[in-house]
């Protein structure tokens, strides 16, 4: 197909790496991107399910295409990720303008999809299983420098809020030679730091073997592997699941000098009862108990977290038990949600759920205790001298974001270039992020 396309990516990491191989698909076809919908060919909603105000934009996203579309019949209009998995039929129900819904699984089958819908109109996949992985496809980065690399899809837990794994399938996990193998070829590509994605990344390798062995690869000898792949600089990882986790995983983090210290540990509630009735199978204690290893192991890593308030049932004194958790935590930051029952979860039918107002206020001193505890631990880095990587142009004026290897954003004067590693010396604090000044390389002798 010739023209321009755009897409809006919605949500997590993974659906950022959908929509690199989206673009990819779409640019070895011929298509170029635009960041004007108005000049658009292609328009990719790549859609998020994992909240209520997710579903409200994406159906909001279509009420603006819809006129358009009825200015320009040309004009195709995509739907994909894992709102496409879940409303199926019914987004071209409600907003019959759209061309083609496209499941999580389908993604191979985008063009074909696009090619038939010039023909017969609007099409549909919703493939129940993935046969190919989206890190198979050619891929339209963002940056030159740094990459996603999907080493697992889907989830085999089933905690009782959450919607991916009804819209993302069971646990499959990518074969370790083609994890090694696309990293080794982004590394020769100029590409200084990739993120390893998965849904419970410490239960990698469960479904497949090493080659010529019946023997089950384990998260942390990947990232033994990949901290060997040369010209890389920097591995990061996202999630762990606290259950899983073992001490071969600190280990690793330890002694590979490539993986940042940096984890995402989601934390989800402090309260047993409701850690129960989340079912997730770890308990407070064990939790700070991870922790705890977790800083001995690794000094200086950062910590964030992922937090729910007013999960149903949860009473004043689960809420406290989360804020004394959150508390001696001590995460350098976290993403707090508020809970949102998600069609067919066993949650959304649970009894208690809460008013509003409710998980409101809950909220707002949950907010209020991290950013508290953010900035205190953002300003004990003040002073300090650290490794930064350039990410890009900063907000204001003539400025550059960059990031700590404990994945801190620190502002910096200057336009630098991105992709570029500096030393940065840290002048001043705010609970999101830092600023500082970079410090001169020192004159070679
Ligand atoms: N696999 C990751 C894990 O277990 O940590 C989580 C993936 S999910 C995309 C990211 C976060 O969204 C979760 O950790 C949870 O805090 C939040 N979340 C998931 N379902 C939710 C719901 N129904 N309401 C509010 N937050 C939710
Ligand atoms: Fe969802 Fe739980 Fe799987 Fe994370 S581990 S994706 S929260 S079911």
Not at 347 to 376: C, G, N, T
Request: negative net charge; glycine residues 8%; hydrophobic residues 40%.
């Amino acid at each position: 197909m010739k023209g321009t396309y755009l897409i809006r990516t919605f949500g997590c990491q993974m659906n950022e790496h959908d929509s690199e191989r989206i673009g990819g698909m779409l640019r070895a076809d011929g298509m170029t991107p635009t960041a004007e919908v108005a000049d658009a060919r292609v328009v990719v909603l790549n859609t998020c399910a994992i909240r209520e105000n997710a579903d409200n934009k994406l159906y909001g996203n279509l009420g603006h295409l819809k006129p358009l579309k009825a200015e320009n019949p040309d004009l195709r209009i995509v739907v994909a990720g894992c709102l496409a998995q879940k409303d199926q039929g019914l987004i071209q129900q409600k907003a019959p303008w759209v061309d083609v819904v496209v499941g999580t699984h389908a993604l191979p089958h985008l063009l074909d999809l696009l090619r038939r819908a010039e023909d017969e109109g609007p099409q549909m996949d919703i493939a129940e299983y993935t046969e190919l992985f989206p890190s198979a496809l050619p891929a339209a980065r963002n940056d030159a420098f740094r990459a996603w690399v999907s080493i697992a899809v889907g989830c085999d837990n089933a905690c009782t809020f959450c919607i991916v794994p009804f819209v993302r399938g069971a646990q499959r996990s990518r074969a370790i030679g083609d994890v090694l193998a696309e990293v080794q070829g982004l590394a020769r590509d100029g590409v200084v730091e990739v993120t390893l994605l998965g849904q419970n990344v410490n239960t990698y390798g469960r479904d497949v073997t090493v080659p010529g062995t019946s023997r089950r690869p384990l998260f942390a000898e990947l990232l033994r592997q990949v901290n060997e792949v040369e010209g890389l600089r920097r591995i990061r990882f996202t999630s762990p699941h606290p259950h899983d986790f073992t001490p071969d995983v600190i280990e690793a983090m330890a002694e590979s000098e490539k993986v940042c210290e940096h984890i995402h540990f989601p934390m989800q509630s402090g309260s047993d009862p409701v850690l129960r009735a989340m079912q997730r199978s770890y308990r407070r204690e064990r939790y700070l108990g991870w922790l705890d290893r977790i800083r001995d192991g690794i000094p200086g890593v950062g910590v964030s977290t992922d937090i729910i308030v007013g999960f149903p049932g949860e009473t004043d004194a689960d809420f406290a038990d989360t804020l004394d958790a959150v508390s001696r935590a001590r995460f350098d930051s976290a993403y707090t949600f508020q809970y949102s029952p998600r069609p067919g979860t066993r949650a959304a039918s649970m009894p208690d759920q809460l008013p509003k107002e409710v998980v409101q206020e809950r909220f707002e001193r949950l907010v209020s205790l991290q950013e508290r505890i953010s900035l205190e631990k953002a300003r004990a880095q003040v002073g300090t001298e650290t490794e930064v990587l350039v990410e890009g142009a900063g907000r204001r004026g003539a400025s550059s974001q960059s990031r700590t290897r404990t994945n801190r954003i620190v502002h910096l004067q200057g336009a630098l270039d991105p992709g570029t590693f500096v030393t940065a010396r840290i002048t001043d604090a705010a609970p999101h992020h830092l600023s500082g000044e970079v410090v001169p390389a020192p004159a070679l002798v």
